[in-house]
């Protein structure tokens, strides 16, 4: 049994992301299998695209409940960009579209930004702590307030509960959340393996997290 199984759902980024954790550990593999994600004891959702099209990719291959039923046992889950965005219970790209509810809340578009914001919201930009010991625990902990993480994207993830934001980020003069989570469920909205060393340090993090 592999350890930590990336989840291909037919979205882009995945080899990025198999190429950052295996920074950290051999254990890793890409599957679309449902056995091998079931038995996996931990899973990393990437990915780059529309909101529809990932759980579509998700449904056809019928992983919906297997990845529900990870979650819910209390096994680490990753979600990356538009992998974070999934971990919602509903995404508004392109129509209203169910999402995996690991987290309550959902999937909106930037709204209104200062004139002259570009979107989609793409490149460098800091990440920061919204509450003191917001990180400790996390695979956020240890890292430098303020670290700069790579960014590309048109949507963003609206929690629920506020507790669930573990980082937010400044943009066109919107504050909005760049990292969700709670207990093992952790999804960021930048790429951490595409944003240097303090990035691949949340997949260190979140490597070393695993156990089993």
């Known amino acids: 049994m592999k350890k930590i199984v990336i989840v291909d759902y037919g979205v882009g980024n995945i080899h990025s992301a198999m190429k950052g954790l295996k920074r950290f550990t051999e254990d890793v593999v890409l599957s679309e299998d449902p056995e091998v994600i079931r038995n996996a004891s931990a899973l990393v959702l990437p990915g780059q695209g529309a909101f529809k099209t990932g759980m579509d990719g998700i449904k056809v291959r019928g992983l919906l409940n297997i990845i529900r039923e990870a979650g819910a046992a209390g096994k680490p889950i990753l979600g990356i960009c538009l992998g974070a965005q999934l971990l919602l219970a509903k995404g508004f ?13 959902k999937v909106i578009h930037f709204p209104t930004l200062e004139p002259g914001t570009k979107i989609p919201h793409m490149g460098w930009n800091a990440i920061n702590e919204p509450t003191s010991a917001r990180w400790k625990g996390t695979a956020l902990e240890g890292l430098r307030p303020g670290a700069e993480m790579y960014f590309i994207h048109s949507y963003i993830l609206q929690p629920t509960d506020p507790a669930h934001v573990l980082a937010t980020t400044v943009y066109g003069g919107l504050t909005f959340p760049s990292v ?5 469920i952790i999804g960021c909205q930048f790429h951490p ?8 340090g949340i997949l260190k993090k979140f490597v070393s997290s695993i156990g089993g």
Do not use: V
């Open 180 to 184: 969700i989570g709670t207990g093992n």
């Open 93 to 105: 790209e392109f129509g209203e579209h169910e999402g995996l509810g690991l987290l309550p809340g």
């Open 193 to 200: 393996e595409k944003s240097g060393e303090e990035g691949l």
